[in-house]
Protein backbone atom coordinates (compact mmCIF):
# COMPACT_ATOMS: atom_id res chain seq x y z
CA UNK A 1 0.00 0.00 0.00
CA UNK A 2 1.93 3.32 -1.03
CA UNK A 3 -0.51 5.73 0.92
CA UNK A 4 -1.58 4.92 4.07
CA UNK A 5 -3.70 6.56 5.92
CA UNK A 6 -3.41 5.28 9.47
CA UNK A 7 -6.54 6.40 12.52
CA UNK A 8 -7.03 10.02 11.79
CA UNK A 9 -9.12 12.47 13.57
CA UNK A 10 -10.03 16.18 13.61
CA UNK A 11 -12.27 18.69 15.33
CA UNK A 12 -12.97 22.43 14.55
CA UNK A 13 -13.40 24.09 17.66
CA UNK A 14 -15.95 21.36 19.64
CA UNK A 15 -17.44 19.80 16.14
CA UNK A 16 -15.47 16.23 14.95
CA UNK A 17 -14.91 16.83 11.31
CA UNK A 18 -12.68 13.23 10.98
CA UNK A 19 -12.97 10.29 13.45
CA UNK A 20 -10.43 7.28 13.17
CA UNK A 21 -10.58 7.27 9.49
CA UNK A 22 -8.50 4.66 8.25
CA UNK A 23 -7.43 3.67 4.58
CA UNK A 24 -5.49 3.30 1.71
CA UNK A 25 -3.88 4.29 -1.27
CA UNK A 26 -2.62 2.04 -4.13
CA UNK A 27 -0.43 2.64 -7.09
CA UNK A 28 -1.90 2.29 -10.17
CA UNK A 29 -5.84 2.54 -8.90
CA UNK A 30 -7.79 4.65 -8.60
CA UNK A 31 -9.64 5.15 -4.97
CA UNK A 32 -13.12 6.89 -4.32
CA UNK A 33 -13.84 9.21 -1.09
CA UNK A 34 -17.42 9.01 -1.55
CA UNK A 35 -19.21 11.27 0.94
CA UNK A 36 -22.30 13.78 0.75
CA UNK A 37 -21.12 17.54 1.47
CA UNK A 38 -20.04 18.13 5.02
CA UNK A 39 -19.10 14.29 5.40
CA UNK A 40 -15.39 15.16 6.21
CA UNK A 41 -13.76 14.63 2.33
CA UNK A 42 -12.07 17.93 1.89
CA UNK A 43 -10.48 17.86 5.05
CA UNK A 44 -9.75 14.58 4.78
CA UNK A 45 -7.77 15.42 1.73
CA UNK A 46 -6.34 18.73 3.54
CA UNK A 47 -4.73 17.16 6.10
CA UNK A 48 -3.08 14.84 2.96
CA UNK A 49 -1.80 18.07 1.30
CA UNK A 50 -0.50 19.27 5.31
CA UNK A 51 -2.84 22.31 5.11
CA UNK A 52 -4.14 20.63 8.30
CA UNK A 53 -2.62 18.93 11.04
CA UNK A 54 -4.34 15.72 12.81
CA UNK A 55 -5.39 15.60 16.40
CA UNK A 56 -4.11 12.11 15.74
CA UNK A 57 -3.20 9.92 13.35
CA UNK A 58 -0.82 9.69 11.03
CA UNK A 59 0.06 9.57 7.45
CA UNK A 60 2.82 7.25 5.51
CA UNK A 61 3.86 7.47 2.25
CA UNK A 62 6.05 4.59 1.20
CA UNK A 63 6.25 4.29 4.80
CA UNK A 64 7.74 7.74 5.28
CA UNK A 65 5.29 9.96 7.60
CA UNK A 66 4.23 12.87 5.50
CA UNK A 67 5.30 15.47 8.67
CA UNK A 68 8.92 14.09 7.99
CA UNK A 69 8.97 15.29 4.21
CA UNK A 70 9.69 18.22 2.92
CA UNK A 71 7.72 20.43 0.20
CA UNK A 72 10.64 19.72 -2.21
CA UNK A 73 10.25 16.18 -1.92
CA UNK A 74 6.56 16.01 -1.29
CA UNK A 75 5.33 13.67 -4.00
CA UNK A 76 1.74 15.14 -3.86
CA UNK A 77 -0.68 17.11 -6.49
CA UNK A 78 -3.96 18.28 -5.60
CA UNK A 79 -7.05 20.01 -7.69
CA UNK A 80 -8.89 21.53 -4.70
CA UNK A 81 -12.36 22.03 -4.67
CA UNK A 82 -12.39 25.94 -4.89
CA UNK A 83 -10.16 27.15 -7.46
CA UNK A 84 -6.76 28.55 -6.00
CA UNK A 85 -4.84 31.30 -8.61
CA UNK A 86 -2.82 34.26 -9.24
CA UNK A 87 -5.68 37.23 -10.38
CA UNK A 88 -3.31 39.00 -12.33
CA UNK A 89 -1.95 36.09 -14.10
CA UNK A 90 -2.69 34.75 -17.71
CA UNK A 91 -3.44 30.64 -18.01
CA UNK A 92 -0.24 30.98 -20.00
CA UNK A 93 1.75 32.68 -16.95
CA UNK A 94 -0.10 30.16 -14.77
CA UNK A 95 1.37 27.46 -16.61
CA UNK A 96 4.93 29.13 -16.87
CA UNK A 97 4.96 29.44 -13.24
CA UNK A 98 4.19 25.79 -12.53
CA UNK A 99 6.54 24.83 -15.20
CA UNK A 100 9.55 26.98 -13.72
CA UNK A 101 8.78 25.46 -10.37
CA UNK A 102 9.00 21.28 -11.31
CA UNK A 103 11.33 21.90 -14.17
CA UNK A 104 12.02 17.76 -14.03
CA UNK A 105 8.19 17.34 -14.93
CA UNK A 106 7.81 14.79 -17.54
CA UNK A 107 4.75 16.82 -19.16
CA UNK A 108 5.36 19.82 -21.51
CA UNK A 109 3.43 23.07 -21.15
CA UNK A 110 2.85 22.52 -25.05
CA UNK A 111 0.83 19.35 -24.49
CA UNK A 112 -1.29 20.34 -21.65
CA UNK A 113 -2.66 23.25 -24.02
CA UNK A 114 -3.24 20.46 -26.69
CA UNK A 115 -5.18 17.67 -24.23
CA UNK A 116 -7.29 20.38 -22.62
CA UNK A 117 -7.85 22.58 -25.78
CA UNK A 118 -6.77 25.64 -24.26
CA UNK A 119 -5.77 27.57 -27.31
CA UNK A 120 -7.98 30.20 -27.21
CA UNK A 121 -8.32 30.96 -23.44
CA UNK A 122 -3.85 31.33 -23.28
CA UNK A 123 -3.87 35.07 -22.28
CA UNK A 124 -6.83 35.56 -20.56
CA UNK A 125 -7.08 35.63 -16.68
CA UNK A 126 -8.62 33.42 -14.10
CA UNK A 127 -12.12 35.57 -14.23
CA UNK A 128 -12.55 35.54 -17.78
CA UNK A 129 -12.96 32.20 -18.26
CA UNK A 130 -16.25 30.23 -17.31
CA UNK A 131 -16.46 27.80 -14.69
CA UNK A 132 -15.43 24.82 -16.35
CA UNK A 133 -12.47 26.02 -18.41
CA UNK A 134 -11.29 27.42 -14.75
CA UNK A 135 -11.72 24.07 -13.60
CA UNK A 136 -9.89 22.40 -16.21
CA UNK A 137 -6.79 24.98 -16.17
CA UNK A 138 -6.59 23.47 -12.04
CA UNK A 139 -6.72 20.41 -13.46
CA UNK A 140 -4.27 21.58 -16.15
CA UNK A 141 -2.03 23.04 -13.11
CA UNK A 142 -2.07 19.88 -10.77
CA UNK A 143 -0.82 17.50 -13.92
CA UNK A 144 2.39 20.01 -14.74
CA UNK A 145 3.80 19.72 -11.86
CA UNK A 146 6.25 16.33 -10.62
CA UNK A 147 4.03 13.67 -8.25
CA UNK A 148 3.68 10.50 -8.09
CA UNK A 149 0.25 11.14 -6.02
CA UNK A 150 -3.04 12.69 -7.50
CA UNK A 151 -5.66 13.95 -4.90
CA UNK A 152 -8.72 15.85 -6.25
CA UNK A 153 -11.35 17.33 -4.51
CA UNK A 154 -15.13 17.54 -6.68
CA UNK A 155 -12.97 17.43 -9.83
CA UNK A 156 -16.15 17.50 -11.58
CA UNK A 157 -17.54 20.61 -10.52
CA UNK A 158 -18.29 22.64 -13.72
CA UNK A 159 -17.49 20.36 -15.83
CA UNK A 160 -19.78 19.45 -19.19
CA UNK A 161 -20.18 16.64 -20.68
CA UNK A 162 -17.65 16.49 -23.05
CA UNK A 163 -14.63 17.72 -19.78
CA UNK A 164 -16.20 14.92 -17.65
CA UNK A 165 -15.10 12.32 -20.67
CA UNK A 166 -11.95 14.34 -21.11
CA UNK A 167 -11.32 14.05 -17.22
CA UNK A 168 -12.05 10.66 -16.66
CA UNK A 169 -9.83 9.83 -19.98
CA UNK A 170 -6.32 11.58 -18.41
CA UNK A 171 -7.49 9.37 -15.05
CA UNK A 172 -7.02 6.27 -17.10
CA UNK A 173 -3.53 7.44 -18.40
CA UNK A 174 -2.59 8.74 -14.73
CA UNK A 175 -3.43 4.72 -14.06
CA UNK A 176 -1.78 3.25 -16.69
CA UNK A 177 1.66 5.63 -15.43
CA UNK A 178 1.01 4.11 -12.17
CA UNK A 179 -0.24 6.89 -10.14
CA UNK A 180 -1.73 6.84 -6.59
CA UNK A 181 -4.89 8.73 -7.64
CA UNK A 182 -7.81 9.42 -4.70
CA UNK A 183 -10.77 11.64 -6.13
CA UNK A 184 -13.06 12.94 -3.73
CA UNK A 185 -16.81 13.33 -4.84
CA UNK A 186 -20.51 13.41 -3.82
CA UNK A 187 -21.30 12.56 -7.70
CA UNK A 188 -21.71 8.50 -7.29
CA UNK A 189 -22.68 8.18 -10.89
CA UNK A 190 -19.54 9.85 -11.84
CA UNK A 191 -17.20 7.88 -9.71
CA UNK A 192 -18.68 4.61 -10.73
CA UNK A 193 -17.09 2.91 -13.46
CA UNK A 194 -13.85 4.91 -13.11
CA UNK A 195 -12.84 3.95 -9.31
CA UNK A 196 -10.88 0.73 -8.58
CA UNK A 197 -12.28 0.66 -5.07
CA UNK A 198 -14.41 3.37 -2.59
CA UNK A 199 -14.14 4.76 0.41
CA UNK A 200 -17.57 5.74 1.72
CA UNK A 201 -17.81 8.36 5.06
CA UNK A 202 -20.26 9.75 6.37
CA UNK A 203 -20.48 12.53 9.45
CA UNK A 204 -16.53 12.11 9.82
CA UNK A 205 -16.10 8.47 10.04
CA UNK A 206 -15.90 5.22 7.37
CA UNK A 207 -19.24 3.54 6.69
CA UNK A 208 -17.42 0.91 4.35
CA UNK A 209 -14.26 0.32 2.08
CA UNK A 210 -12.85 -1.82 -0.54
CA UNK A 211 -13.72 -2.62 -4.36
CA UNK A 212 -17.98 -2.06 -5.11
CA UNK A 213 -18.18 -6.08 -5.23
CA UNK A 214 -16.37 -6.65 -2.13
CA UNK A 215 -18.87 -4.81 -0.11
CA UNK A 216 -21.33 -6.19 -1.14
CA UNK A 217 -20.58 -9.38 -0.59
CA UNK A 218 -19.83 -8.45 2.87
CA UNK A 219 -23.19 -7.34 3.67
CA UNK A 220 -25.09 -10.03 1.44
CA UNK A 221 -26.28 -7.62 -1.22
CA UNK A 222 -27.54 -8.34 -4.95
CA UNK A 223 -24.86 -7.98 -7.05
CA UNK A 224 -26.68 -5.85 -9.34
CA UNK A 225 -26.57 -2.56 -6.88
CA UNK A 226 -25.77 0.55 -8.05
CA UNK A 227 -23.20 2.50 -6.29
CA UNK A 228 -26.00 5.08 -5.48
CA UNK A 229 -28.06 2.01 -3.85
CA UNK A 230 -25.25 0.58 -2.37
CA UNK A 231 -24.29 4.01 -0.73
CA UNK A 232 -27.84 4.54 0.54
CA UNK A 233 -27.90 1.36 1.83
CA UNK A 234 -24.64 1.98 4.08
CA UNK A 235 -26.63 5.01 4.91
CA UNK A 236 -29.22 3.96 6.60
CA UNK A 237 -27.18 1.38 8.21
CA UNK A 238 -25.64 3.84 9.85
CA UNK A 239 -28.77 6.36 10.59
CA UNK A 240 -30.43 3.11 11.83
CA UNK A 241 -27.73 2.32 14.30
CA UNK A 242 -27.13 5.93 15.50
CA UNK A 243 -31.10 5.90 16.59
CA UNK A 244 -30.27 2.62 18.65
Known amino acids: MYVKIENIS ?3 ADEAALRNVSFGIDKGKITGLIGSNGAGKSTMLKIMIKKLKPQSGKITIDGMDIVSLKNDNFPVTFVPDVPVYYEELTVWEHMQFI ?10 IKEIIMQFNLQEHLHKIPAALSKGTLQK ?3 ALALLRQYEIFLA ?3 FTGLDPKQIYGFKQILQELK ?3 KAILIST ?5 AEGI ?14 KGGKTEIIKQYHLKTELTLEELYMFLLEG ?5 CL
Request: overall charge negative.
Open 153 to 155: DEP
Open 10 to 12: FAY
Open 176 to 178: QQD
Open 137 to 139: MMI
Open 186 to 190: HLLDM
Open 99 to 108: KALYPQSNIS
Open 195 to 208: CDKYVFLHNGKILA
Open 238 to 242: DEHHA
